[in-house]
């Protein structure tokens, strides 16, 4: 795995831990709580988007 794939991976894992954050923390109102639903789950899946694009960018072609 390259620098760049470790860098991406890292960013990554840190979108997707921010972003569990994001989700499992109460809201005191309803607008609250669907603005944090929404930030969560756009965190987690850029995390979980570049996760992929790192291992799949660190492979190599046979």
Known sequence: MTDASMIMLAIG???AL???N???RPAATDAGRYARRIAGIMA???GLILAVFAFGLSEKPS
Do not use: N
Request: glycine share 8%.
């Open 22 to 24: 994001v989700l499992v």
């Open 13 to 15: 894992t840190a979108f």
């Open 18 to 20: 921010i972003g569990a």
């Open 44 to 46: 987690v899946s850029l």
